[in-house]
């Protein structure tokens, strides 16, 4: 690698970043139209099939077309998706309370961990996590325990009780109000449904995406999991080879890398950018997620009594030693 590239410092020209930067409000309704409506095709059969062999199928297709919505919410929040900043935040509002996982507290957790990449005292990533075991890692994956910590979150924020971040006093209050605003809507749509006797909400939005959540947490772990404790992202942050469609799906997270490097990149552009950062730094370790998966329950196996390593996997190798890495 001849360019160390870190959360502020990269090898790009202002002159192409401002290129690469640019949005398109086009190509975001395009995106996001076409997401949210193949999300409503998938639960309409979904619920015009209930109690037909075709339910499962349609279960799991609704649950992982669904929580990858959590992609869209991901560029939402960067503002990415619009030119406008209001529609950024307004549909990043909407998502979130799909996502069960309001927009501006994203945000401030998501956009912390951009800033502190691999800082294991700074990271919102980092900083909470005990270090995995095998079991934990396990249902984490499975996201067993990621809703439980998503929806306890949830309550805390609303009672004002946050993590040990230093937030202006501003700023909590209207997280606070936010996360309350949710824990409303949330209440009386469950008041609805109890009143009504339906089962629509369970069927076609809540079931199968608490359910299915393992396939976007295949996405969250293989980004970091493993990596090194280091602000140089090319040794902190990994880059996934996959299928176009899955790449469509994922809104080009799969390049990872890049997308930290210049996070003010659009998902549209991102392939672009990791073609432009290829030529001077090099390519960043490329896995798939299978092979990523394998080795770190291997290593997970193997190891038990976990050290702490970054993301909370023992005994991190160098950026290039995963088994299933792509050259």
Known sequence: MSVRITPTSGPLTARQTRELSARSSLRGTVHLGTHLGLVCVFAALLWGTWGTLWTPVLWCMTGIVVNYL????????HG?????????ALWGRVIGLLMLYPRDYDRHHHLRHHR?????????????????TLRSY?????????????????????????????????????LTLEARIHLAIYGTIAVVSVATGSWLVL????GPMLTMKWTHQVQNTVEHTGMAMTDDLWASTRTVAAPA???????????????????SVP????????????????SPQTVTYSGFQRWVLARLYERPESDGAFANVPDCPSPHATPGTVT
Do not use: I
């Not at 502190?116 to 995995?132: H, M, V, W």
């Not at 469609?245 to 996070?263: D, G």
């Open 70 to 77: 959590y992609a869209a919410q991901h560029e939402l929040s």
């Open 80 to 88: 990415t998706v619009f030119a406008s900043r209001r529609a950024n």
């Open 116 to 132: 502190y990449t691999g800082d294991p005292n700074q990271d919102a990533e980092l900083a909470f996590r005990t270090p995995y």
């Open 138 to 174: 396990v249902l984490y994956v499975s996201g067993l325990t990621y809703w439980w910590g998503r929806l306890t979150s949830l309550v805390a924020c609303a009672s004002g009780t946050f993590d040990a971040y230093e937030r202006p006093a501003a700023v909590a209050r209207k």
């Open 203 to 206: 069927a076609v939005w809540l």
């Open 245 to 263: 469609p899955w790449r469509w799906l994922v809104w080009n997270m799969t390049f990872h890398t890049a997308h930290h490097a210049y996070p």
């Open 267 to 282: 998902f549209f552009r991102l392939a672009d950018l990791h073609t432009e950062l290829v030529k001077s730094a090099g």
